[in-house]
């Protein structure tokens, strides 16, 4: 079983600022990692993902995560927010190895781009 | 633009009435999930499919819930009958169905809002 713990319920942050979003995991297996993102009454769009290789993972929107295994951490950046990045986003993982495909999803993290 | 469709995109209705909720998956995927959003459980899976079979319904109260894919484009999720406690967003999303080792993405549908009082 997998679990997924997204730290900050909520970051506030001024339009043009950075902004890191923490993501932490745990698995009994190996897992893939993914990023998404909720806009107000949309769906969740995928941000970016980590399958393998290089631990530094480039995204739509500016984003970008880096995967650290030894702290099962999968930290969302970006160096530059604008007013347009405020939405909730969702660290998820996926069995690696199993075939098994369903999602699990931290709890969100709200993000608040002010001008 | 392939998209994963749903509907209705909002319904509303009184508890013990039956709940139908529909989703067209994008055309040549072969996975389909149902999830449950709510402020108190978040981001749930119900259940899933690949190539129409159901392969983990888990997450699904099976007294009242039931979810089927009577053909490849179509899904359906049926809550009879319904409770308060079954108000929440309920997201389709489909997939390619990849084998093991890469990481599918799951296309997401806009969602069906269910309020029941």
């Known amino acids: 079983a997998q679990s997924v713990t997204q730290l900050d319920s909520q970051v506030p942050v001024f339009e043009e600022a950075p902004v890191e979003l923490r993501c932490n995991y745990s698995s009994s297996v190996s897992v893939y990692l993914f990023w998404y993102v909720q806009y107000p009454n949309q769906g969740l769009q995928l941000l970016l993902k980590y399958l393998s290789g290089s631990t530094l993972v480039k995204g739509i929107n500016g984003f970008e995560a880096e995967f650290n295994k030894s702290q099962t951490s999968f930290h969302l950046r970006k160096p530059s927010v604008h007013i347009s990045d405020t939405a909730e986003y969702f660290c998820?993982?996926?069995?690696?190895?199993?075939?098994?495909?369903?999602?699990?999803f931290g709890s969100g993290t709200r993000l608040q781009v002010q001008p | 633009d392939a998209r994963v469709t749903q509907t209705p995109r909002d319904k509303v209705t009184e508890m013990g009435q039956e709940v139908t909720m529909r989703c067209q998956p994008i055309?040549?995927?072969?996975?389909v999930f149902w999830y449950r959003q709510t402020m108190m459980q978040g981001l749930e899976l119900l259940a899933y499919?690949?190539?129409?079979?159901?392969?983990?319904d888990s997450g699904m109260p099976k007294d009242r819930f039931s979810a089927e894919m009577p053909d490849a484009t179509l899904a359906t999720l049926k809550i009879q009958p319904s409770e308060p406690r079954d108000s929440a967003v309920y997201f389709c999303?489909?997939?390619?169905?990849?084998?093991?080792?890469?990481?599918?993405?799951?296309?997401f549908g806009p969602g069906t809002r269910l309020l029941v009082l």
């Open positions: 499919f690949r190539n129409r079979a159901p392969l983990d």
């Open positions: 055309l040549g995927h072969n996975t």
């Open positions: 999303a489909s997939g390619l169905g990849l084998r093991t080792g890469e990481g599918e993405t799951q296309y």
């Open positions: 998820a993982v996926t069995e690696r190895d199993t075939g098994r495909r369903a999602l699990t």
